[in-house]
């Protein structure tokens, strides 16, 4: 019996090329990352996070964000604070 077993998967380039960065910074390579995962869904007996379905205020302001609508910048972090009152 084999002590490996194989996955295929179709994933968009992009995502791909950032993710695998990002496991990179992490000190994980791609199989690294699967099997984390794949224990984990094991440990948590599902996904292991919170999948939820988003409701309608918070798909219209992803969509808008999405659009580029109603989008603030700010300058730094020191702006942020200030427009949140800390």
Same mark, same amino acid.
């Given at each position: 019996?084999?002590?490996?077993?194989?996955?295929?998967? %179709? &994933?968009?380039? /992009?995502?791909?090329?950032? @993710?695998?960065?990002?496991?990179?910074?992490?000190?994980?390579?791609?199989?690294?990352?699967?099997?984390?995962?794949?224990?984990?869904?094991?440990?948590?007996?599902?996904?292991?996070?919170?999948? %939820? &379905?988003?409701? /309608?205020?918070?798909?219209? @302001?992803?969509?808008?964000?999405?659009?580029?609508?109603?989008?603030?910048?700010?300058?730094?972090?020191?702006?942020?604070?200030?427009?949140?009152?800390?």
């Amino acid at each position: 019996m084999s002590k490996t077993a194989t996955i295929r998967a %179709r &994933i968009e380039p /992009e995502l791909k090329q950032e @993710v695998e960065s990002l496991f990179q910074a992490l000190g994980l390579n791609t199989t690294e990352a699967i099997n984390l995962f794949y224990r984990q869904v094991k440990l948590f007996r599902g996904l292991p996070f919170e999948v %939820r &379905i988003p409701n /309608e205020e918070t798909r219209k @302001v992803l969509q808008e964000s999405d659009q580029g609508k109603k989008l603030v910048h700010y300058d730094s972090l020191d702006d942020v604070f200030e427009d949140l009152g800390i």
